[in-house]
């Protein structure tokens, strides 16, 4: 709970000082788009935090984002209808995903390897399938780009609730309950803080790992459709390309420890807000852009430093706690 509060004051600080910067940063338009690309990079925090959460790490995210990205209008121009594309679509994610989570728990592989070979593969593979040719909708399929490009109004405001943030907060109410209140969500932590321990204490740790690296393909798979609807056109060799590192990013600020065994949703969700912010205020402030990733690397940084005092804090206050409980 602390470092959710601590990056949400982060986000209403950066908020803030880029809207008395630039007050443009604050029309209804900017905040729109803001809020739309937030909702798409938060979905794919929100599948890397289970990840991490279980000890593991997915370097994979961009490169599925890419692959289901551009399969959706790659099936659709090939004459398959709209419901067998999307279930194609979500049964490549769920595949790769299932692939990750037997690697790492069956074969013992580390989770670094096996989704950095996954990064390299599945770009690949896509690259190849489409000819390395840019895929795009045109002018049809309307309807279904709106799912990621529609808006819903609010009153006579000119500022509209865009579509993926309201696909957001179903996938944030849904995760938050499995990852907090179900046997899933506790096993999952248990996990993270010592797999082994958790083994012996019988806990079925190969089914739960698999179900977070399935769960993050998932959302990684269903991000990249997303991206694809909004851009209406994709790039095989760029679709996706570096989307893991705002997942990862998104998922640590938000409070997901990298040695695993804790996180938050709302948290991540909050993250990757930051994130985009901070990407926005660098193009309204006229910062060059060449610094987006130096940013992102420093803030990265940042929250890792954080992460490793608070949890030297924690431990210390613990070890008093206990110190004076025996003294007593």
């Known amino acids: 709970m602390i470092k959710v509060v601590g990056i949400f004051g982060l986000l209403l600080f ?18 729109q788009n803001l809020l739309r690309w937030t909702s798409l990079f938060a979905i794919l925090g929100i599948g890397a935090s289970f990840v991490i959460v279980s000890g593991g790490i997915d370097l994979s995210i961009g490169s599925v984002v890419g692959l289901t990205g551009c399969l959706v209008p790659l099936l659709l121009s090939k004459g398959m209808s709209v419901g067998g594309t999307l279930l194609a679509v979500t049964g490549v994610a769920l595949a790769v995903g299932l692939i990750h989570g037997l690697l790492v728990t069956k074969l013992r592989l580390q989770p670094f390897v096996v989704t950095l070979c996954g990064l390299l593969f599945y770009r690949g593979l896509i690259r190849y399938i489409s000819g390395d ?3 795009g909708f045109g002018s049809e399929y309307r309807g279904l780009r709106s799912l990621a490009t529609g808006s819903v109004p609010i009153g006579f405001s000119e ?11 179903v996938i944030t109410v849904v995760a938050a309950v499995l990852l907090n209140r179900t046997v899933f969500g506790r096993y999952l932590k248990a996990i993270g803080r010592n797999e082994q321990a958790a083994r012996y204490s019988g806990l079925p740790t190969d089914r739960v790992v698999i179900g977070a690296y399935v769960l993050c393909s998932l959302l990684a798979g269903l991000g990249g459709v997303l991206f694809a609807f909004d851009m209406n056109s994709v790039q095989p060799s760029g679709h996706g390309s570096f989307y893991e590192l705002y997942a990862i990013a998104a998922a640590v600020l938000g409070g997901c420890s990298l040695r695993g065994g804790e996180g938050s949703i709302i948290g991540v969700v909050i993250g990757a807000a930051v994130l985009r912010v901070l990407y926005n205020a660098i193009n309204v402030l006229g910062i060059p852009t060449q610094l987006e990733f130096a940013v992102i690397g420093i803030v990265i940084l940042a929250g890792v430093i954080v992460d490793e005092l608070v949890r030297r804090w924690v431990t210390r206050r613990r070890l008093l706690r206990q110190a004076r409980g025996a003294r007593r």
């Open 14 to 31: 950066v908020f803030v000082a880029t809207a008395i910067a630039d007050p443009k940063f604050v029309t209804g338009y900017n905040l």
């Open 133 to 135: 040719q840019v895929q």
């Open 159 to 169: 500022f509209q609730i865009p579509a993926p943030f309201i696909i957001l907060v």
